[in-house]
């Protein structure tokens, strides 16, 4: 039988930057999860907040050369309802940053991860998946695949949407489809990307192109799941024209490149994000559709409260409910975050005249009024930063 502080169950991008983040606030730590089936050939767009928290658990500095800086940000109506609205483009140059963030491929960031865990003296590995966990007053027992069982101070899940560690806590969820599937690829392009990331909404949702290094983007093209099924069946050169043409060619020639994926669209949140001696982080607490790059940037902030909760006084033994202090601490942020993009890609499948109106009229206020459109720039990279600034935004438009 093992004893630990903390065991973190799921190493996926969020359970293993929790590990290290936990590790090196001075927490002796586990991680305990089965060996990954498939390589992800995803991307990652990390904010300016990620980025720096990042640099502060000294991963970035190896990060950073697989990684294409994202310095403006536009959204361009796409469809062809009457009611459209105008292109509206974010430059990190207006809020005083070099970039909005950085656009990482999953496979380069995992292995980061993989290196500074086999190298943290704080973290142990454990090769299996936990088939019962029983949280008490006093600790946390988790009995393994293996045969093994592991005693802990606390568990945290980042075991994803089907979480063993939620369930155990008695921590009941919710559900919800959309009517979409999303097709994820990488391609090349002749036109350099500039470093501009650009979101087309489409009646059927978003089709984002973000960049990566050279001249490549990644892709996450939201359709009906008819549309994406037909179109995953189609050859290379069939679907590097259906992406061109949808770019309106701003990359000039696209070439797609294998490893083609698509996923149903799903939503889930839990009702609580801890509770007792265990805390939800990533997808074991919310899960909603790719969009604005909202999900593992949230995901970091559950790793940020987790850290400011269990490591602030790592001399001492966890407190009982430091779950409950968790989710107090990140139950504004996650349910304010899953319901605005719930919200803004309900919107885009509305066929309602009033629905799109206000759409329209939100980007149309956001082209006009560059204060306001610095709020909501600071909003999406770092929660409360936009309204901080509010009151001056607001003088500085009387001003003028």
């Not at 060996?35 to 767009?45: E, G, L, S």
């Not at 966990?133 to 005693?151: M, R, W």
């Not at 470093?195 to 087309?200: A, P």
């Not at 992406?243 to 696209?254: A, F, N, P, T």
Request: net charge neutral; hydrophobic share 45%; aromatic share 4%.
């Amino acid at each position: 039988m093992k004893q630990i502080e903390v065991a973190v169950i799921g190493a996926g991008l969020a359970g293993s930057i929790a590990a290290i983040a936990l590790a090196r606030g001075g927490r002796q730590v586990v991680l305990i999860a089965a060996a990954p089936a498939k390589t992800d050939r995803r991307t990652t767009a990390l904010m300016d907040q990620s980025i720096r928290f990042l640099e502060r658990l000294a991963l970035w500095e190896k990060i950073a050369p697989s990684a294409a800086s994202l310095d403006t940000m536009q959204i361009i109506d796409g469809t062809k309802r009457l009611l459209r609205a105008p292109t509206v483009a974010f430059r990190a140059s207006e809020i005083g940053l070099e970039s909005f963030g950085y656009n990482i491929p999953n496979a380069a960031l995992t292995q980061v991860l993989n290196d500074a865990i086999k190298a943290e003296g704080n973290i142990s590995t454990i090769e299996a998946s936990a088939t019962d966990i029983e949280i008490k007053q006093d600790g946390v027992t988790i009995t393994l695949d293996n045969g093994e069982t592991v005693e802990a101070s606390f568990v945290v899940g980042a075991d994803g949407r089907r979480s063993i560690v939620r369930d155990s806590a008695g921590i009941k969820f919710r559900n919800w489809s959309y009517p979409q599937s999303a097709m994820v690829l990488n391609f090349a392009h002749s036109l350099p990307h500039q470093n501009i990331s650009t979101e087309f909404h489409t009646e059927s949702g978003p089709f984002t192109q973000v960049p990566l290094p050279g001249s490549r983007s990644s892709l996450v093209w939201v359709q009906k799941p008819t549309e994406a099924a037909a179109r995953a069946e189609l050859t290379h050169e069939e679907l590097s024209r259906h992406v061109e043409e949808r770019m309106q060619s701003m990359l000039g020639k696209v070439t797609v490149e294998d490893s083609v994926q698509v996923w149903p669209l799903s939503g889930m949140t839990a009702y609580r994000f801890g509770k007792g001696r265990a805390a939800l982080i990533g997808e074991a607490a919310h899960v909603f559709p790719p969009i604005g790059a909202q999900g593992l940037n949230l995901s970091l902030r559950d790793v940020m409260g987790l850290v400011d909760i269990l490591c602030s006084r790592a001399n001492q033994p966890v407190a009982a409910d430091a779950g409950d202090s968790f989710d107090r601490k990140r139950r504004t942020d996650i349910i304010s975050r899953t319901a605005s993009v719930d919200l803004l890609n309900r919107s885009l499948l509305s066929d309602f005249l009033p629905v799109q109106m206000l759409r329209a009229a939100g980007l149309h206020v956001l082209s006009a009024i560059p204060p306001l459109r610095s709020i909501v720039m600071r909003e999406g990279i770092e929660p409360g930063g936009g309204f901080r600034l509010m009151p001056s935004a607001l003088r500085e438009k009387l001003r003028r």
